[in-house]
């Protein structure tokens, strides 16, 4: 799950800092981030991306996973770019001196004072959803006298075997404009003409948490098969953006495929496309998000109470829950955890872990293996890196956890943990 997780003294340890003392340095719930693993997996990525499509690519971590100034800053230190879906995100990009031809601007409903902040700070790339949005960003940016190099995104109608909530390629979907249906087709025709904009590229994203490459040659195949339409058409892409989606370990049953096995099939796959219709390999650009963040991250809580409800289930009340990580309640997603000060002693109990809002689904998970746990204990909750500090909410007016990066041992607060005071700032 993430190779810096050991245990020492019978405690829990990430990134060679020990878990309970962490809990009682910063508090808890308390998001915990080891700096290594962000910058391994990164690293991993961009080798893989450079050798396969020989330096013409670029990695684009979706912030959407977890943004926050220090993330921003080791993208810009390991030299990647930002896939970002908010005017928020990119300000918190440029705030630390994020260079802006590295950021693409990716999201469907863009509002004008986005695309206007997006087109005044010079942003690399934008990835556009719909013709109103397209149109939109046409009209700014001619009337701001400048040429924005746009990408489409489009459903090349490939479903890959993930969740519901989070499959994004298939015709059915609410984002991009369908291939199938010609839509994608007349969207580019348009696009060609408009002022204002440069059509540089075409973008899918087939959905998130997927362990499997096939379905990603294969959208790589459609889109390069588009590509040729486009060709066909006398418009000629130079950007191809393959998305984001690759899967990680939550459980023993993820079986993630490695970076670079998916880099080398996808990137033949797209090659040989390209050679059958004698069309240049496009500068390919990926996302990840999840595959970044997640496995770098876990979550650490205090016990408050231990229920049992006999014949039915025992129920283990932590001081967290769907405020600070709403997947359970969302999707079912699982994880896995560990009593970090009793990481030795076998898992000899199955619980579920319940959340501190008003909420009966508000739970971390069912059904988990874990320590027997009591009201003192700390536990930790694996590969909590992404989606979870950024779908925080607050709910039952909790604070928003602080979150904590860990390198070679020591930590340093990289979120302030919010206070009763700052929650209420914004109230009139
Ligand atoms: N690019 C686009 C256009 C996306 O929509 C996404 C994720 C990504 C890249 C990054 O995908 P990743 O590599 O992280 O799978 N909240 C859900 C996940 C939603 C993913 C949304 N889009 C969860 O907690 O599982």
Known sequence: MNDTL????????IGGADCVELAKEYDTPLYVMDEGTVRRAVREFKASMDECYDGRGMVCYATKAFCCKEMCRIMKDEGIGLDTVSAGEIYTALSVGFPPERIVFTSNNKKDEEIAYAIDNHIGRITCDNMEELRRISAIASEKGRQVRVILRLKPGVEAHTFEAVMTGQIDSKFGFAIETGEALAAAKETAKLPGIDLAGIHCHIGSQIHDIAPFEKAAEVMAVFIAKLHDEGIEIKDLSLGGGFGIKYTEKDIPVPYGDYMKRVSKRLKECCEKYSLPVPFVMIEPGRSIAAPAGLTLYTVGSRKIIPGIRTYIGVDGGMCDDPRYALYKSEYTAVVANKADEPKDETVTIAGRTCESGDL???????????????????????????MASHYNRVPNAAVVMVKDGKSRVIVRRETWESMADNDV
Do not use: F, K
């Open 364 to 390: 971390i998970g069912e059904n988990m293996p874990l320590q027997h746990a009591e009201a003192g204990d700390i536990i930790a909750v694996l590969a909590t890196g992404a989606y979870n500090y950024s």
């Open 6 to 13: 050991n245990i020492a003294n019978g405690h829990l340890t």
